[in-house]
């Protein structure tokens, strides 16, 4: 009661004020609705791929030498024979052997691979540049950043 009171004396600022908060809340309720008709819109097919397993997995300080094989695993099938494995670096990327291949499931791509002992790798799986991850749409995979250290 105090508050209207102020507001009535301030020359009808208090109408104003409801006002401009009735039209706040009307913004948001038409943000809120267009936001979940969106979301109604969203599904796995309409989404990019994206990294859902690697062997050796990300950030493994431990890896084995003698690992032959990095599998990446996408959460979608993926297009044949198409792949970006992307250096950081030179000196930070393995020795390629072959061509990478994916495996009977469409989501696992396998590359043979000769790693060296107590050294850092660094793969982009896609990058800003190279996009040759994609679905079977041809939508590219969202770009992953897989590190790991051999012993």
């Known amino acids: 009661m105090i508050r209207a009171?102020?507001?009535d004396d301030q020359k009808g600022k208090?109408?104003?004020m409801t006002q401009r908060t009735t039209t706040i809340l009307a913004a948001l309720v038409v943000a809120t609705m267009t936001?979940?008709?969106q979301a109604k819109d969203v599904s796995v097919a309409s989404l990019p791929p994206s990294v859902t397993k690697t062997v050796p997995t990300c950030g493994n300080m431990k890896v084995p030498a003698a690992t032959k094989q990095i599998k990446?695993?996408?959460s979608k099938q993926m297009k044949d024979k198409s792949w970006s494995f992307v250096q950081d670096s030179k000196d930070s990327f393995p020795e390629i052997i072959g061509k990478p291949k994916y495996l009977a499931d469409g989501r696992t791509c396998v590359i043979n691979v000769k790693l060296k002992?107590?050294?850092t790798y660094v793969i982009w799986l896609n990058s800003q540049k190279f996009q040759n991850f994609k679905d079977t749409s041809g939508k590219p995979a969202i770009p992953y950043l897989l590190t790991f250290q051999t012993q």
Do not use: D, I, Q, S
Request: no cysteine; net charge positive.
């Open 5 to 7: 009171e102020a507001f």
């Open 117 to 119: 002992p107590k050294k």
């Open 35 to 37: 936001l979940a008709a």
């Open 14 to 16: 208090g109408r104003n």
């Open 72 to 74: 990446v695993t996408f």
